[in-house]
């Protein structure tokens, strides 16, 4: 059985959508393959996510992982946008959902690693629902 394909978009890909990449990576490499991309994309990665990231989880973001739009994506089966407050970017998929979620650029460590925890939720949130073939 084929792995679905998830990619977790928004505008930047700098911090959230780079986050729920690596957790799904992480946590759920397993039962889907994690993508993430963006529109307007930035220079690298949030530092103070590499950093939270690398110093709560172990996880270092930059071996791995870059800013890319959405052109560098297979086809993908699931559609994550993190809540862009902006124009989310499209991109065509069997299935979509939007998070909602804050960005926390700019904000203390306290709002990152609460970013943080509710994306790594969400991510296994999102096994549980993939393994069960409920998307």
Not at 57 to 66: F, L, P, R, V
Request: proline residues 3%; glycine residues 6%; charged residues 25%.
């Amino acid at each position: 059985m084929c792995k679905k394909k998830v990619a977790f978009i928004c505008v930047h890909n700098s911090c959230r959508s780079q986050m729920a990449e690596a957790f799904g990576k992480l946590l759920a490499g397993d039962v889907f393959e994690s993508y993430s991309a963006g529109t307007a994309i930035a220079d690298r990665i949030n530092q103070d996510a590499v950093r939270l990231m690398k110093q709560n989880y172990g996880i270092d973001m930059e071996k791995s992982q870059y800013s890319k739009d959405l052109s560098a994506l297979p086809k993908i089966d699931i559609v994550i946008t993190m809540g862009c407050n902006v124009h989310c970017p499209y991109f065509p998929a069997s299935h979509r959902e939007d998070w909602g979620l804050d960005d926390p650029s700019g904000k203390n460590d306290a709002a990152f690693l609460m970013t943080m925890q509710t994306i790594k939720e969400k991510i296994l949130q999102l096994k549980q629902r993939i393994q069960n073939n409920e998307v």
